[in-house]
């Protein structure tokens, strides 16, 4: 009896590890076209960045009306996921190369009035 019983828990240990998710999940989600946060906040991209320049210009008051969508510390990307190093050295998600924002003025999920602020801000469409 002994046994068996260790055998179902190796078994079901096992089991769990393989399902635990080897895929990390990923910082956002596609909501009626565009990119948001898992909270429904839509997420922006800022002309003057560079794509795959690992790098955002979007600092100080900037970074007051353009939040950074920031990365944990040890956040690892993926796909067309990356992790940018601010200049504040914080870490920034960065969607194909792009580092992405939030706009202060998004009152609640789902608002996008953001979209074409100065003619250099834009929803991300995936």
Same mark, same amino acid.
């Given at each position: 009896?002994?046994?068996?019983?260790? $055998?179902?828990?190796?078994?079901?240990?096992?089991?769990?590890?393989?399902?635990?998710?080897?895929?990390?999940?990923?910082?956002?989600?596609?909501? &009626?076209?565009?990119?948001?946060?898992? $909270?429904?906040?839509?997420?922006?991209?800022? &002309?003057?960045?560079?794509?795959? $320049?690992?790098? $955002?210009?979007?600092?100080?008051?900037?970074?007051?009306?353009?939040?950074?969508?920031?990365?944990?510390?040890?956040?690892?990307?993926?796909?067309? *996921?990356?992790?940018?190093?601010?200049?504040?050295?914080?870490?920034? *998600?960065? *969607?194909?190369?792009?580092?992405?924002?939030? *706009?202060?003025? &998004?009152?609640?999920?789902? &608002?996008?009035?953001?979209?074409?602020?100065?003619?250099?801000?834009?929803?991300?469409?995936?």
């Amino acid at each position: 009896m002994r046994i068996v019983t260790i $055998s179902l828990f190796t078994a079901a240990l096992l089991a769990g590890c393989a399902t635990s998710g080897t895929k990390a999940p990923t910082p956002a989600t596609v909501r &009626d076209g565009i990119l948001t946060s898992h $909270s429904g906040m839509t997420l922006y991209t800022f &002309d003057k960045d560079g794509a795959d $320049s690992g790098k $955002s210009i979007c600092n100080g008051p900037c970074a007051a009306n353009w939040p950074p969508m920031y990365a944990a510390p040890d956040a690892k990307g993926g796909g067309d *996921w990356s992790v940018i190093k601010r200049d504040d050295g914080k870490p920034q *998600w960065a *969607w194909k190369g792009k580092p992405l924002y939030f *706009w202060s003025k &998004d009152a609640k999920a789902g &608002d996008r009035t953001g979209d074409g602020v100065n003619g250099v801000w834009h929803v991300v469409k995936p």
